[in-house]
């Protein structure tokens, strides 16, 4: 399988955990010391901090996401840099949507989420 093949499949497994509201099915898709940068607010630095993120949304009532990949680099064959658009849904409707970036890390022959930053392309709160 190829590194564009297998990102594509982890970022279905990501989709899943949306679906399914499932925290806990994230944790095996982020390195140790992943961070995760959102609009707003400082980053989310580990494992456990970005799980606390996110579980924020879920109770915010986010219970899906649309990602669409629109460029993927290999650097070699331990690194690559995903860029995308992204839709956030709650109860089947938009709540946010914009542009990601991601830096994949291979660790132990697994691609993993290791810089995720996403930035919304909705008018700022007033």
Request: proline content about 4%; hydrophobic content about 40%.
């Amino acid at each position: 399988m190829s590194g564009h093949d297998e990102i594509a499949k982890v970022n279905a497994e990501f989709s899943r955990a949306f679906d399914e509201t499932d925290i806990e099915l994230l944790r095996p898709l982020y390195t140790d010391d992943a961070w995760f940068m959102v609009p707003h607010a400082d980053p989310l630095k580990g494992k456990d901090a970005i799980l606390a993120g996110v579980q924020g949304l879920f109770d915010s009532g986010i219970n899906a996401i649309g990602l669409k990949t629109t460029g993927l680099d290999l650097i070699g064959d331990a690194a690559a840099i995903e860029t995308g658009e992204y839709t956030l849904k709650a109860g089947g409707h938009v709540a946010d949507k914009g542009k990601y970036m991601v830096f994949w890390k291979k660790t132990n022959g697994n691609w993993k989420l290791h810089r995720d930053i996403i930035n919304t392309s909705l008018p700022a709160p007033v």
